[in-house]
């Protein structure tokens, strides 16, 4: 599936991640990373997760915690939870990253890499996770080092 490639302010706005293991903290760290305010609701969560700052709520998920939410990542590994917070989710307006049917939600979180002003994203169309990690990692090492100080400037 292949998609319109887009990168989403998230700012200030408040992200619910539904889960907590190895693919929540990955989200909860790009999220932090991108100045969100992220909530995490899972009965147990990743040991790495409480020292990020999220606000953690160490329990089942409820459709309440959709209220005031910009964005819902599910990431559980139970496809009735999953299957449930998508419903719940889609008499809302509340954008969806859905990581066990990336095809499901309004959105897909590339591997990306950061270098000042230059943002890397990968995507491979779901095909596969590792590649597009690998592959990131190629073009980040490849990037010239000149170039995020050189656009620091040019953006003065």
């Not at 606000?55 to 939870?81: H, K, M």
């Not at 066990?100 to 959105?107: F, Q, V």
Request: charged letters at 15%.
């Amino acid at each position: 599936m292949h998609g319109l490639p887009i990168i989403l302010h998230v700012a200030g706005k408040t992200a619910l991640i539904v889960g907590g293991g190895g693919v929540a903290l990955r989200r909860a760290r790009a999220l932090i990373d991108a100045g969100a305010a992220v909530r995490v609701v899972a009965p147990e969560v990743d040991p790495a997760i409480p020292g990020l700052g999220v606000s953690i709520q160490p329990r089942c998920y409820e459709p309440s915690d959709l209220d005031g939410v910009f964005l819902v990542v599910i990431a559980t590994d139970d496809p009735a939870v999953n299957d449930a917070v998508a419903a719940d989710v889609a008499h809302r307006n509340i954008l969806v990253n859905r990581a066990d049917n990336p095809a499901a939600g309004d959105l897909s979180i590339p591997a990306h890499a950061r270098h000042g002003r230059i943002t890397i994203a990968v995507d491979t169309a779901g095909a596969s996770p590792s590649a597009s990690a690998t592959i990131r990692q190629e073009l980040s090492a490849a990037l010239d080092p000149i170039w995020p100080a050189a656009l620091d400037i040019a953006a003065q």
